[in-house]
């Protein structure tokens, strides 16, 4: 079955420096999300990516889906506290009928 | 809109008991998806429905799970005979088709 790998699993950076963790898929997929999870709490939306090379930026963080749409990464440019969490991808590897896998997350944390 | 919500928030039960969780998806969500998460791990696939529909359930998923969504609107997940080994937090997500997924707080089930 369709298998979602993170990597890395942990990292934990000074505020200020950057933050890049890597999503692949064992399985071409149609589409990939990607979910923070607060430690403690559930997973929230954070974007949404369809199109092969697509790259979408909300104010410090970078998404980027893969031309292969097998990978995709989340890029954090000057790490701040309230980043702290798990980041999660997701995807489907079907049409619009398939179900959301989830990888295996990576979890940050951010020291002063 | 009050969110996708769940019930209970938290479940001590005896081995071998039955347990039932339910979740209340957000209205107009015509998909509603089952996770299991255990700590320092991604969401787990259990199931997920679009409308009444059971549309796939976990190969990985004993035949002691079970779930309803009878009137396309809220879904129950049953687990019969509880092993310790189905201690885990469950969490519901809705969606709108393939959209972004909103997930409840979850149900934390403790078997001892």
């Known amino acids: 079955g369709q298998q979602v790998m993170q990597i890395p699993q942990y990292q934990h950076v000074q505020e200020g420096e950057d933050f890049t963790t890597y999503c692949n898929s064992s399985?071409?997929?149609?589409?990939i999300q990607w979910y923070k999870q607060r430690p403690g709490g559930h997973p929230v939306f954070l974007i949404q990516?369809?199109?092969?090379?697509e790259v979408k930026k909300q104010k410090r963080l970078t998404f980027q889906f893969g031309e292969a749409k097998k990978n995709s990464s989340l890029h954090i440019t000057a790490t701040q506290t309230t980043d702290v969490g798990t980041y999660f991808c997701?995807?489907?590897?079907?049409?619009?009928?398939?179900?959301?896998?989830f990888g295996t997350g990576t979890r940050l944390q951010v020291t002063l | 809109d009050t969110g996708v919500s769940q019930d209970p928030r938290h479940k001590i039960t005896k081995r071998g008991q039955n347990v039932t969780f339910r979740c209340d998806p957000i209205?107009?969500?015509?998909?509603l998806y089952w996770y299991r998460q255990t700590l320092g791990q991604g969401p787990e696939f259990l199931t997920y429905?679009?409308?009444?529909?059971?549309?796939?359930k976990s190969r990985l998923l004993s035949d002691r799970f079970s779930a309803e969504r009878p009137k396309g609107s809220f879904s129950t997940l049953e687990i019969q005979r509880t092993e310790q080994g189905d201690s885990a937090m469950y969490l519901c997500?809705?969606?709108?088709?393939?959209?972004?997924?909103?997930f409840g707080q979850g149900t934390r089930l403790t078997v001892v």
């Open positions: 429905f679009q409308n009444e529909a059971q549309l796939e």
């Open positions: 399985t071409t997929l149609s589409n």
């Open positions: 997701a995807g489907r590897d079907g049409g619009t009928a398939s179900k959301l896998t």
């Open positions: 209205s107009e969500h015509n998909r």
């Open positions: 990516l369809v199109k092969s090379g």
């Open positions: 997500a809705s969606s709108l088709q393939t959209e972004e997924a909103f």
